[in-house]
C-alpha cells in the first residue's frame, strides 16, 4: 500500500521557517517524482517544489524559489521542504504527492497524495 505521511507544518510569523517532511513507503521510491502541492481556500491547488533523485532534477515554482529548497533522503525515503522566510499567502495545507512523471508535472498527474499539514504564516 502506497503511504505518503507528512508532518512538520504549523503555525508562524512571517519571515520565519518551518521544515516539511514526507515519509513515503509502499512503492519504489526511485520510480516516482515526489512534489509538494499546495491549496489555500478559495484558490487553485498549485504544484510548489518536486525532486525526481534518479535524474538528480528539482523543481520550484516562482514564487518559491530562493526561500523553499527540497532535498531527500533516499537511506528514510523521506522528502523534506525546507521553508524559509515564510509569507502570510503562502498559508495552505501542504500535500506530499506522488508520480511517474515529470517535475514539470501539474498537480492532477500525481498519483499519490498525503493526507496533507497546516501551514499557517501569520502577518
Known amino acids: 500500500e502506497v503511504q505518503l505521511v507528512e508532518s512538520g507544518g504549523g503555525l508562524v510569523q512571517a519571515g520565519g521557517s518551518l521544515r516539511l517532511s514526507c515519509a513515503a513507503s509502499?512503492?519504489?521510491?526511485?520510480?516516482?517524482?515526489i512534489g509538494w502541492l499546495r491549496q489555500a481556500p478559495g484558490k487553485e491547488r498549485e504544484v510548489v517544489s518536486a525532486i525526481n533523485r534518479v535524474i538528480g532534477s528539482t523543481y520550484y515554482r516562482d514564487s518559491v524559489k530562493g526561500r523553499f529548497t527540497i532535498s531527500s533522503d533516499n537511506a528514510k525515503n523521506t522528502v523534506y521542504l525546507q521553508m524559509n522566510s515564510l509569507k502570510p499567502e503562502d498559508t495552505a495545507v501542504y500535500y506530499c504527492?506522488?508520480?511517474?512523471?515529470?517535475?514539470?508535472?501539474?498537480?492532477?498527474?500525481?498519483?499519490?497524495w498525503g493526507q496533507g499539514t497546516q501551514v499557517t504564516v501569520s502577518s
Open positions: 504527492v506522488a508520480t511517474r512523471g515529470s517535475i514539470v508535472a501539474p498537480f492532477y498527474e500525481y498519483d499519490y
Open positions: 509502499g512503492f519504489t521510491f526511485d520510480d516516482y517524482t
